[in-house]
């Protein structure tokens, strides 16, 4: 179904004039065609003009009122009319009925309010604006919109379970799929979420592991959740972008605003990566320590300060190591006597 703009409606304030001045002219007309009655002549005055005051209130019914980028789907008698769109004050067929099935929906996103939720002292206003509060509940918001999806258990490519949740930044651009093509387009929206979230983040592992491919190429890559952000971000906007075309939606961003290890197993991923960063630590230390040995080594036997033979270079590099390599400041042996 392709989406009708109705840009030839904006008589609004035309027809409200005009409905009020025949209104007043009926109350005249009452008034003229009561006395006319009086004096024994014609009635046909009187009963125009009662007749208009009882269903001259119907054109009104026909007036809506949208504000920028707020949109109202009209159908009549069950047939699609089209879509106003933009701010004006428009005039309808008095018959034409707004479609919103998500009007009642609130999900845990911006934009949703709930009309339904009035104070005490508020009842009397609510009857009396009850049919504009009906009206901007069937109204289809067209600004940018955020859906904060719920948190979701998911296991990564090696099977470890994680918690990850998602913004998505959405708006509606085509109001008839939105409306007609799907039953309520805000659940779609959600479920769709979820299901596109699931698929992409069981590609990745958590953190960069090896001989995984998370590209499709076949060839292994350094590709995580935690490190590459940005392409799982991406990667989720377009696969939810090509589950929601039907239904008139534009996914303009996704953006990850929750990743963590599963509670059950988050205290061991922890000790896991404190014994990675040691080892890395240690690693460092050592080739370090290992760089200024021998260095020292070269210098001595440049400058020619000492000749020292095999086991004393050994027992040197050992002492050295062990003060380099050590958690703890070394205590000093002097020795006072002689070398050998």
């Known amino acids: 179904m392709e989406e009708k703009v109705l840009t030839n409606k904006k008589h609004g304030m035309l027809v409200l004039l005009l409905t009020t001045v025949l209104y007043v002219a009926a109350v005249g007309g009452c008034v003229f065609g009561g006395m006319t009655v009086s004096r024994g002549g014609s009635a046909a005055l009187l009963v125009i003009s009662i007749i208009w005051l009882c269903i001259g209130w119907f054109p009104y019914c026909g007036l809506k009122v949208l504000k920028p980028q707020e949109a109202l789907v009209l159908t009549l008698f069950g047939k699609y009319v089209g879509t106003l769109k933009g701010d004006g004050f428009y005039y309808?067929?008095?018959f034409c009925t707004s479609v919103n099935p998500a009007?009642?929906?609130h999900l845990n996103q911006s934009g949703d309010v709930d009309n339904k939720t009035v104070k005490p002292s508020m009842s009397f206003a609510l009857n009396v604006g009850k049919a504009e509060v009906d009206l901007a509940g069937k109204k289809i918001s067209l600004k940018i919109m955020t859906l904060n999806n719920n948190?979701?258990?998911?296991n990564d490519c090696l099977g470890n379970p994680v918690e990850i949740g998602i913004a998505v930044m959405w708006r509606v651009v085509d109001t008839a799929k939105a409306v007609f093509h799907v039953d309520n387009y805000k659940e779609y929206l959600s479920l769709q979420c979820d299901t596109a979230l699931r698929n992409i983040v069981r590609i990745y592992p958590y953190d960069v592991a090896p001989n995984v491919d998370t590209t499709g190429d076949g060839i292994a890559d350094e590709g995580s959740l935690r490190g590459s952000s940005e392409v799982v971000a991406a990667r989720i906007r377009d696969e939810i972008q090509s589950r929601v075309e039907e239904a008139g939606l534009e996914i303009i961003e996704a953006r990850i605003t929750y990743l963590a290890y599963?509670?059950?197993?988050a205290a061991v991923m922890l000790q896991r990566q404190q014994a990675s960063a040691i080892v890395d630590a240690r690693k460092m230390i050592v080739d370090g320590a290992v760089g200024m040995v021998e260095m020292a080594l070269d210098r001595l036997n440049q400058?020619?300060?000492?000749e020292l033979d095999e086991e004393r270079k050994a027992a040197m590099v050992s002492n050295l190591l062990v003060v380099l390599c050590g958690n703890r400041?070394?205590?000093p042996v002097v020795n006072s006597g002689s070398l050998y």
């Open 92 to 94: 309808v067929n008095p």
């Open 103 to 105: 009007a009642d929906t």
């Open 151 to 154: 948190r979701q258990k998911i």
């Open 262 to 265: 599963a509670p059950e197993i």
């Open 303 to 306: 400058n020619s300060v000492v």
């Open 329 to 331: 400041d070394a205590q």
